[in-house]
């Protein structure tokens, strides 16, 4: 079993920065890679990042390359979100999840996912 726990969302004005971060517990070593997604309301969740977790490769959904970075602390079993120049297209509730293979770009690829958190972006 794996834990994962969202935080950092928040209210920010178009242009501005959030960091996200997602403590993760538990059987974290199993899963080949963490990642973040979104989802807006009345839309399909979609992929915002993910990163492995030995080598540390990183993946991006075009929408977001450039400004968004994803990190990890081993020590501390944390990925983080880096959110930057934030649009208000980027508004959504943001999930991690674990990647229990190298498709990291898809919804079904992801075994374990945490509660959410919610980025509002204002124009």
């Known amino acids: 079993q794996v834990q994962l726990v969202e935080s950092g969302g928040g209210l920010v004005q178009a242009g501005g920065s959030l960091r996200l971060s997602c403590a993760a517990s538990?059987?974290?070593?199993?899963?080949?890679?963490m990642g973040w997604f979104r989802q807006a309301p009345g839309k399909e969740r979609e992929f915002v990042a993910a990163?492995?977790?030995?080598?540390?490769?990183?993946y991006y959904a075009d929408s977001v390359k450039g400004r968004f970075t994803i990190s990890k602390d081993n020590a501390n079993n944390t990925v983080y979100l880096q959110m930057n120049s934030l649009k208000p297209e980027d508004t959504a509730v943001y999930y991690c999840?674990?990647?229990?293979?190298?498709?990291?770009?898809?919804?079904?690829?992801?075994?374990?996912w945490g509660q959410g958190t919610q980025v509002t972006v204002s124009s």
């Open positions: 538990g059987r974290t070593f199993s899963s080949y890679a």
């Open positions: 990163i492995t977790r030995i080598s540390c490769s990183t």
């Open positions: 999840a674990t990647a229990r293979s190298l498709e990291v770009t898809r919804v079904g690829t992801y075994d374990y």
